[in-house]
């Protein structure tokens, strides 16, 4: 569960980011600042990132400030999903990242699979919209309020013949693993309830599209 100084510091800081968009007082500027240095403050005392970092990070936001969104991918090959191991941690992960500016969330997908794994696949389904501070899945802590869109991915070849594994700057690695044999994840992209749920949409294939 996200403790409430996540909340807390996440609120102050779209406070900050839509007060420095749509004021134009020195005075009330000046307050939104510190209203910023405190959630950064709070998020440094809580995650142990450097001060330095949040501020360039929260520096880049602008306009009104909302949730981030993220798309992962599942993608099974004899009931099997396919993962990728990422360079950071050295952990397992669903393919997916951030969308682009001007991307479509399908179009996203299949992009970060292929940068990922080096497979060519076609999103068919949306399988769930996610919460990333929902307390239910359990996520550490970030500075961002994400969405996580969570699609089903059709490969478009067979791996064995098409698939190239290819490495690049943020993943070494990519295989596909059974339900039971699941490696180590990296928490801060996908926890194990949500690798579960994509399963149980793999034997499921009616089941509505999941949403917090």
């Known amino acids: 569960m996200a403790p409430d100084w996540l909340h807390w510091a996440q609120r102050l800081q779209a406070i900050a980011q ?24 709070m998020l440094t005392e809580g995650t142990n990132v450097e001060p330095g970092y949040l501020l360039n990070l929260f520096q880049q936001e602008e306009g009104y400030a909302t949730p981030k969104v993220e798309v992962r991918g599942a993608v099974f090959w004899q009931d099997r999903i396919l993962m990728v191991k990422e360079r950071e941690d050295g952990c397992w992960t669903l393919p997916g990242g951030w969308i682009d500016v001007g991307e479509a969330p399908g179009r996203a997908i299949e992009r970060e699979i292929y940068e990922e794994s080096g497979y ?22 970030t500075g961002h309020h994400v969405y996580k869109l969570f699609f089903q991915c059709q490969l478009l070849s067979d791996p064995i013949e098409g698939g190239s594994n290819k490495e690049n700057c943020e993943t070494d690695g990519a295989e596909f693993f059974d339900e039971q044999d699941i490696p180590e994840l990296s928490l801060a992209r996908v926890v194990p309830s949500l690798i579960q749920r994509m399963f149980e949409h793999h034997r499921q294939p009616d089941l509505p599209t999941d949403f917090d």
């Open 18 to 41: 839509n007060g420095l968009t749509y004021s134009e007082n020195p005075f009330d500027l000046d307050r939104f600042r510190q209203i910023r240095a405190i959630a950064i403050e």
């Open 120 to 141: 060519q696949t076609q999103a068919v389904k949306l399988l769930g919209v996610y919460d990333r501070n929902h307390p239910r899945h359990a996520y550490p802590p």
